[in-house]
Structures are given as C-alpha cells and as structure tokens.
C-alpha cells in the first residue's frame, strides 16, 4: 500500500499556505502606512510605538511653533515631522500634589545644536518601560493626565472635574 498526499490534498496545502501569506503581507504594510496622528489623548502610546533603547523625547519650542522628537538623544526629523501642528502657546503643564494641588512647572530653556537657547514650550520624556514625565496638560480648555503608569492617559473637561478624579482615588486608596 503506497502512502502520499494526493494532488487536491497537495493543492489545498499551497492554497491555504498563499492566503496566510497574503494575510501577513497585507498586515504589515498597514503597520508601515500607520498615518496616526499624534495627539495629547494618544501620545504616550504614540511615542512608546518608536523604537527606542532609552528614551524618546518630545520637545516643542518657541511658542510651540516647531517640535523636535529625540530618540536615544538623537533627532529623528521623520517622527519630528508627524508632530507639526501639534499643540500651540497655549498648553500649560502642572504639577500635581495631593497637598498642593495643581502647580505650574517652569519653562525650560534648550541649546540647539548651535548652542542657541530656545524656549521649551512643551516637553514629553518617556523611558523604555512605558514610565513618562509626570505631568498633567492643560490644552483647550480640557486636562490631559500624564501622571498614570500603567493606564492610557485620560482626558477631563475640566479643572474641577480632575481634582475630583484624584480625590476620589486618594479615598479609594485609603479605604
């Protein structure tokens, strides 16, 4: 008794193989075209996506007209790029704690390459384990939440609205 696979068995193998190679091929070219753009809502995320060994840093500056993203400490102008228009003068970045509440972080200064000082309008560093600079954004009149580690960052409508959010989980911690 002779035993081989059969011409419809062979067939249905190289059939089946060419879908599942069509289905990754296709897989991988949407991961390449990610036209995501970025956003306060998604920038961690964002920036986690970019392949980095450290760190990846964002800074936009003067007036926030230009952003810059760093990856290991060197600037990557394609992600830069993704990053026009992101923000304007108007974002505020604070501190928060439990005690003080809210409190402004100062404005930093930048040398560029040039060693010109410009001024930092906006900056995000976040580390190979997803941990991200401890800050809370606020951006046409809504409240972005960078301070969370393992959670998305979160959005409020409002001042208040956060200051009730954190003293709800300071009371669920305490209990």
Known sequence: MKKAFSLIELLIVVMIVGVVYTLAISSFESLKKDDTKPTLLNLKEYLMKIEHKREVKLLCLDSCESCLVF??????????????????KDIKSYTYNVNTGLQEVAKSV???????SEDVC????????????QVVVEYKKNLYDFTTYLIPTKKYASTQDFIDAKQKEINEVLQ
């Open 122 to 133: 906006f900056s995000m560093r976040l580390d190979k384990k997803g941990v991200s600079s």
């Open 110 to 116: 930048f040398f560029n390459s040039e060693n010109v």
């Open 71 to 88: 990856v290991d400490n060197e600037v990557n102008k394609e992600v830069s790029e993704k990053f026009d228009d992101f923000i304007d």
